[in-house]
């Protein structure tokens, strides 16, 4: 096409409007639809939609690359190939609404249970005491029917001896 | 029907349609963002944004497609890309090239020095694309013949006439 100090002049010619239009304008304008790329990616727009696409392109070069790369898509198989683990994190995003999710069951006690759980409880009680009062009355009579220091012992538990006091008294006395 | 996909079922929100979609353009994709990122982890990352963006608000993105304006694996490539760019900006301080930065954002403000007059519309559209090809891109004339589906005759006739062009704007302001 051209020499190499012609395409040295060129690209400093390029560069210069590029510059120019940037100081000019600003920023371009918002990024067309992903659609209306991928249709001129594949030709398919008419020459009014396409001009207006190639206007964009020209200011973002980077997207020009989106488009060859969309154009080539569809050449060749993908060599690409993710991980199971990122494919089911993917597959993950939409749940199936068939799906029941696992829940414990419910476990509703039903009346007659809690009634006795709860007779059971007043008897263990009630037997607990009544065996407890049996064998203290046991004890007891076996203690006042006893032989002589079962009564003396008998007898202090009534009566208690004065202790100190009682000595001081037979003391003084003397 | 798009490339063998139950679109409605998809829209639909089908969990066997989803999974489907999924097991096939997964590859797809992964090849679309990794041409921008770094392999292992960054790129799956950047597969799940694609998904997670196509099936957000139900499947509002998904829903823009039309198979009549242009084939399923074409779009995916662009939605993908843009959401690979989307992900740098978002990450990345922003970095440009010194040649993209205007001057009057490096060099100190000279005084006298008038904005440029630029003639609206010096360039076409189609003539800055297939300057942007060759001077931004490197890309030969066949490329961008191929890239824009015109014969490469044409494409050396509008660089042709597009560099006469500037040549005649800034030829003076050069002198």
Not at chain 1, 50 to 64: C, K, Q, S
Not at chain 1, 67 to 92: H, W
Not at chain 2, 61 to 69: E, W
Not at chain 2, 108 to 130: F, G, T
Request: charged residues 25%; negative net charge.
């Amino acid at each position: 096409m051209t020499g190499p100090i012609d395409r040295a002049e060129e690209t400093a010619l390029w560069r210069h409007w590029r510059t120019a239009v940037v100081n000019a304008a600003g920023e371009a304008g918002p990024a067309p639809d992903p659609l209306l790329l991928a249709a001129y990616a594949e030709h398919r727009l008419g020459e009014a939609a396409a001009e207006e696409v190639e206007a964009w392109i020209a200011r973002h070069p980077e997207a020009m690359a989106d488009v060859l790369a969309a154009g080539d898509s569809n050449v060749g198989p993908t060599t690409s190939q993710p991980s199971e683990a990122a494919l089911a994190r993917a597959m993950a995003l939409v749940s199936d609404p068939k799906a029941v999710p696992f829940r414990r069951p419910a476990t509703r006690t039903p009346t007659w249970r809690i009634a006795v759980a709860r007779v059971s409880v007043a008897a263990s009680l009630l037997i607990v005491s009544v065996v407890g009062f049996a064998l203290g009355t046991d004890a007891y009579t076996s203690l006042l029917s006893g032989d002589q220091s079962a009564s003396v012992l008998s007898q202090d538990l009534f009566d208690p001896p004065a202790g100190i006091f009682s000595s001081f008294g037979e003391e003084s006395s003397t | 029907v798009a490339d063998g996909i139950e679109l409605a079922s998809l829209i639909a929100g089908e969990k066997g349609a989803w999974d489907g979609f999924v097991r096939r353009y997964a590859g797809l994709i992964l090849s679309a963002v990794r041409a921008l990122v770094r392999e292992g982890t960054e790129a799956e990352d950047l597969l799940q944004e694609v998904f997670v963006r196509l099936c957000k608000d139900d499947f509002r993105l998904l829903k823009t497609y039309d198979p009549a304006r242009a084939g399923l694996s074409t779009w995916l490539t662009i939605v993908a890309r843009s959401t690979a760019r989307d992900a740098q900006r978002r990450y990345r301080p922003p970095q440009s090239a010194l040649d993209d930065v205007p001057e009057r954002f490096l060099a100190v403000v000279d005084a006298h020095s008038e904005p440029l007059k630029l003639p609206k519309d010096l360039l076409s559209p189609r003539q800055q694309l297939v300057l942007t090809m060759l001077y931004e891109r490197d890309m030969d004339v066949a490329e961008v013949a191929k890239t824009l589906d015109v014969d490469p005759q044409t494409v050396r006739s509008t660089h042709h006439k597009a560099m006469l062009k500037l040549r005649a704007h800034f030829g003076p302001e050069r002198e």
